[in-house]
C-alpha cells in the first residue's frame, strides 16, 4: 500500500477533506458578503457538525463527496457573485471527480440546473461556457462508465445456461480435493487425542462438503 496500513494512514485523506471542506464553506460566506465573524462562524458550524465529524474520520466515498459539492457550491457563487463564466469550467471539472466518486452527485447536478432555470440566471445556458462544463463533467465520468459494464465471460448463473464441462470438472475437482484434505486432517487430529482440534477439523469438513 502506498500509505501503510496503520490506523493514522487510513484517516488522514479524510481528515484533509474535513479541513478542505471547512475553508470552502468559509469562503463561500465571503462570497455571499459575509465578514470575518460570519466565516468564522460557518467555519465552526462545519467543524461541530456531527454529520461531517463521522464522515470525516473513515476512508469512504462518503469523506470526499461534500467537498466536491461545496467546492461546486463555490464556484457557483463566485460566477453569480462576478458574473465570469468562464468558472463553470472549474464547476465541470469539480462536479466529474464528484460523479467519479459518487453516482450520487447526479441530484446535486440536477439541483443546480432547476435552480438556474427557476431564476435570471438562466441567461447562463445561452453562453458556451456552462455546456463546456457539462462536456468536461461527462468526460472525466465516462471512464466510470465504462469499467462499470466491462466485456467479460457471459455468466451462466444468470442465464440459466450450463457452464462448459471443463469448468465443471475442474469445481468437482477441486471439491474432492478440498473433502479430501479436510478428512486426512480431521483423522489426525482425532489420532491425536485432542477433542478441541478434532471438532475444529470436523467442522471445517462439513463446511468444505457444505
Request: proline share 5%; charged share 15%; aromatic share 8%.
Amino acid at each position: 500500500m502506498l500509505m501503510g496500513g496503520s490506523l493514522a494512514a487510513l484517516r488522514i485523506l479524510p481528515a484533509l477533506a474535513g479541513a478542505a471542506l471547512i475553508a470552502l464553506t468559509m469562503l463561500i460566506a465571503r462570497e455571499l458578503g459575509g465578514g470575518r465573524y460570519a466565516q468564522l462562524l460557518a467555519g465552526v458550524a462545519i467543524l461541530l457538525c456531527p454529520a461531517i465529524l463521522s464522515i470525516d474520520s473513515l476512508l469512504t466515498m462518503n469523506a470526499f463527496e461534500p467537498l466536491f459539492w461545496v467546492g461546486c457550491i463555490w464556484v457557483v457563487a463566485r460566477i453569480l457573485r462576478t458574473g465570469d463564466s468562464r468558472l463553470w469550467l472549474w464547476f465541470g471539472v469539480l462536479a466529474g471527480l464528484g460523479l467519479e466518486n459518487k453516482h450520487s452527485t447526479l441530484s446535486f447536478g440536477f439541483a443546480v440546473t432547476v435552480a438556474l432555470l427557476l431564476t435570471h440566471h438562466r441567461r447562463e445556458f445561452a453562453r458556451p461556457w456552462i455546456w463546456i462544463a457539462g462536456a468536461i463533467a461527462l468526460a472525466l465520468f465516462l471512464p466510470n462508465i465504462v469499467l462499470a459494464n466491462p466485456p467479460s465471460l457471459p455468466d451462466h448463473r444468470r442465464s440459466g445456461q450450463r457452464p462448459p464441462r471443463r469448468q465443471e470438472r475442474r469445481a468437482r475437482a477441486r471439491s474432492r480435493s478440498l473433502k479430501n484434505k479436510s478428512s486426512t486432517c480431521t483423522r489426525s487430529c482425532c489420532r491425536s487425542g485432542s477433542p478441541a482440534w478434532s471438532g475444529f477439523s470436523a467442522t471445517a469438513a462439513g463446511a468444505s462438503s457444505a
